[in-house]
């Protein structure tokens, strides 16, 4: 994942680290090349506009340029800069005191909702959780079916009410069932559409306060760039979601959405996927992810 950004970047920053010594024309040279980098990568252009000030300020305004080790420092700036930007520090789930802690997971049809909702049980089962999947998209064809071939997949039982019943009915009955059955986290999947309307939204709010999740993801598809940020947005701005699954980062996705859902959306990456795998996921670190894309 992120190959050219980061063979880009790379490539800035080794011809930074061959000077020895910095003039201020040096980092906004270097500045000009991280921003056309970043905007390649498809980062929001109001995200680079900012950081790239930001670091060419602390650079020149910590009177760095005339050190041995300037163009090290520098880098080590940006490096900082850019944690930040992906949100500082990694944002872990919230779980409940009180049995069952409830996850609902929403996003646009396609986005990777079941798939995500099946590696999230894989995880926590992993972590010695009892989870339990919830079939909560009851309008698109084969949705349940698949649901339960990934609750097989990952050993977790499913639990639905079929296409029939009203999804917040439905999420409500799974909770109840949850504390009976000693299920320690709910996960529901719910609809998606193939872009925002206000009937989704009616039935996620719906969902949403028939069982007041502890956690609302967003599941998106980095694969859509800045799109996806736009749809990170109109979901936050309806639902006050949680957090973000950024899903597809295994595929040619040039990374401006993970770069720049955190300062545009105000919500942290919690997770990314990274294949079709039930094991593709991973936890969302910003440094390690800086210390991959920067080398
Ligand atoms: P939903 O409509 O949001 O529930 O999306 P699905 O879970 O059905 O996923 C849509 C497609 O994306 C499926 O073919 C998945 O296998 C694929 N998919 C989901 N997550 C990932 C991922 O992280 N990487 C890749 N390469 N494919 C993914």
């Given at each position: 994942m992120f190959e050219s950004l980061t063979d880009k970047l790379q490539g800035v920053f080794k011809r930074l680290r061959g000077k020895s010594s910095l003039s201020e024309q040096d980092v906004n040279d270097a500045m000009r090349e991280v921003r056309l980098v970043l905007l390649e990568a498809d980062v929001n252009f109001k995200v680079v506009k900012d950081f790239t000030a930001r670091v060419r300020e602390r650079a020149v305004g910590e009177q760095i340029?005339?050190?041995?080790?300037a163009p090290q420092q520098v880098v080590k700036i940006v490096s900082e800069e850019l944690t930040a930007l992906l949100g500082g520090e990694q944002a872990p789930l919230t779980f409940s005191?009180?049995?069952?802690?409830v996850i609902m997971l929403c996003g646009l049809q396609g986005a990777g909702k079941t798939t995500h909702a099946g590696k999230l049980a894989a995880m926590l089962r992993k972590q010695g959780r009892n989870p339990m999947l919830v079939a909560?998209?009851?309008?698109?064809?084969?949705a349940i079916k698949q649901l339960e071939v990934v609750g097989e997949q990952v050993k977790t039982p499913v639990f639905t009410m079929g296409d029939q019943t009203d999804p917040a009915e439905i999420a409500k009955a799974a909770v109840d069932k949850a504390q009976r059955y000693g299920n320690d986290v709910v996960i529901v999947d719910t609809a998606g559409r193939l872009q925002i309307d206000e009937a989704l939204m009616d039935e996620l709010r719906r969902v949403k306060a028939a069982v007041r999740p502890h956690e609302i993801l967003l599941v998106v598809d980095a694969m859509t760039g800045q799109e996806a940020v736009n749809v990170a947005k109109g979901f936050n701005d309806a639902l006050e979601i949680d957090g973000v699954i950024l899903t597809?980062?295994?595929?040619?996705?040039?990374?401006g959405a993970a770069l720049s859902v955190k300062t545009v959306v105000g919500k942290p990456i919690k997770f990314v996927g990274v294949g079709e795998?039930?094991?593709?996921?991973e936890i969302f670190y910003p440094d390690r992810m800086v210390s991959r894309i920067l080398g």
């Open positions: 340029l005339e050190g041995l080790n005191h009180q049995s069952p802690t909560g998209d009851i309008y698109r064809p084969a597809k980062l295994d595929g040619d996705a040039r990374g795998k039930m094991d593709a996921l």
